[in-house]
């Protein structure tokens, strides 16, 4: 008979936990502190967007195969094993807030199990976390570590199809119950230490970010000598030890991951005073790539004061409606410090929380009614929209690609001038004769 597992917190990571299990023949209880959360799932529900999910879940919701609970008690205590993916955010010195999983730990140590549980923390935490836990736990349960790799917009593909299963563990023998739930994928399972693996996870994300913000710095320079960062990292992604992923340039990383695990692993560097400059690079050129892209509107259209500024895309990448943390409204604050005032549209964002300088409006034509367009977030429709559709509305006639989206040719030959990330081969009112490259040669 399948174990049965109980998933502690019920957000991105663990609803993929739930239905990915569930979607391997398990049998899953699902627990969560937000209630009202339970209850929606209870009905086929899930918190936020992500393609297919709802339908997996009312699948399992009526076979059986998956519950949710309002206690942990009614949750947890038949369980053999118990997931803990519970949020960990930044606190404002950079180190992760642990606070949730503290809190999950208590509840289940004050618990009666039916049998010795493996519990396996699943959020992302510095190195060290659960070697520091274990005494808690480990009078009534075996304490493993498993870092989660997915990707919002693709949760459950993701979670069914991991490039390799990281499990640490202080014996092999406390891992196995929880590899065996993963048994049908016949994925590469690396067993090792928990702080090995707490350590993988950490610097996994900061080696995304590095790349990220070197596709940045890359695309800044092509930007200085008109050159086109496309082209230039496609070339440098062909090379298979370098790899196309995360070469893409924009506004940086945001969402709840990778600004964060990087700060966390910085701070830990910081405390064991070693190697902090790549991960210190890392996040400074991050922070200053959203203030480049409101820099250049600046520049193209003379002072932001009283502008009215339509804003594509809020949420941290396309295919999520999750805005935390996302690098757009560090933009919308910035425009506002600047007196624009800001018309947002975003498919998969109905509300937000938005300054009194912004304003969301239902659809993107009606955010391009407006001195210039930012496209801040690389949802597909933006670029399947003829830019003659949008040419007439845009009262300046200027186009910010913060994500290289659009089809510049398109756009420009609309009418409009075009701004991408590194993408500056036709300068705006000089022929490209005329470019600092042409001269300096
Ligand atoms: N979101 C991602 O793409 C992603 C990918 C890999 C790893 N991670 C990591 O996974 C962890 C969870 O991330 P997330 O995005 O799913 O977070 P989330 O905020 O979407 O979900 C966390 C859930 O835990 C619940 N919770 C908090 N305290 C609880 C408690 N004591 N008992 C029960 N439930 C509790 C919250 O109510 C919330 O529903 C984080 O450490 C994150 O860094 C996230």
Redesign the pocket.
């Known amino acids: 008979m399948p174990a049965l597992t109980c998933i502690?917190?019920?957000?991105?990571?663990?609803m993929a936990c739930v239905i990915g299990l569930a979607e391997l023949g398990h049998s899953v209880h699902g627990?969560?502190?937000?209630l009202d959360?339970i209850e929606r799932l209870r009905h086929g529900l899930t918190p936020y967007r992500e393609a297919g999910i709802e339908t997996l879940l009312r699948k399992h919701l009526a076979k059986g195969s998956v519950a949710f609970f309002d206690t942990l008690e009614a949750a947890a205590t038949d369980a053999a094993i118990i997931v803990v993916?519970?949020?960990?955010p930044s606190r404002d010195d950079g180190s992760a807030d642990l606070s949730?999983i503290e809190?999950?730990i208590d509840?289940l140590a004050a618990l009666e199990f039916r049998r010795r549980p493996t519990i396996v923390i699943?959020?992302?935490v510095p190195p060290g976390t659960c070697d520091r836990f274990s005494e808690r736990i480990e009078r009534w349960g075996d304490l493993v570590y498993a870092p989660?790799?997915?990707?919002?917009g693709s949760a459950v593909p993701d979670f069914l199809n991991p490039d390799r299963i990281v499990v640490g563990a202080s014996t092999p023998g406390a891992a196995v119950p929880y590899v065996r739930l993963f048994e049908a994928l016949q994925r590469p399972v690396l067993f090792t230490s928990r702080v090995n693996a707490e350590l993988i996870k950490c610097c996994s994300n900061a080696f995304l970010a590095l790349k990220i913000s070197y596709a940045n710095e890359v695309a800044n320079l092509c930007d200085a000598l008109y050159a086109g960062a496309d082209d230039v990292l496609r070339g440098i992604g062909y090379d298979r030890r370098i790899g196309g992923d995360f070469l893409n340039p924009g506004i940086g990383f945001g969402g709840?991951?990778f600004e964060k695990d990087v700060k966390s692993i910085h701070h830990v560097a910081g405390q064991f005073q070693t190697g902090r400059e790549l991960f210190s690079a890392t996040l400074n050129v991050n922070a200053s790539q959203p203030i480049r892209v409101v820099d250049v509107l600046e520049a193209e259209l003379g002072d932001l004061a009283g502008r009215e500024i339509g804003v594509w895309g809020l949420a941290f990448k396309s295919g999520t409606d999750d805005i935390r943390d996302s690098l757009a409204f560090r933009i919308l604050d910035d425009l506002g410090r600047r007196g624009a005032r800001v018309l947002a549209f975003d498919p998969a964002v109905p509300v937000a929380p938005l300054q009194n300088h912004c304003r969301l409006v239902p659809s993107a034509l009606d955010a391009a009614s407006a001195d210039a367009l930012l496209v801040l977030t690389e949802w597909p429709m933006f670029a399947q929209i003829d830019p003659h559709e949008y040419a007439p509305l845009v009262r300046q006639g200027l186009v910010i690609d913060g994500r290289n989206v659009l089809d510049a040719h398109r756009v420009i030959n609309a009418g409009l001038r075009y701004r991408g990330v590194g993408r500056r081969t036709e300068p705006i009112g000089e022929s490209v004769a005329a470019t600092p490259l042409a001269a300096a040669y």
């Open positions: 502690v917190g019920t957000g991105y990571v663990g627990y969560d502190v937000q959360r993916a519970v949020g960990t949730a809190t999950a509840a699943r959020s992302t989660e790799f997915l990707r919002e709840p991951c």
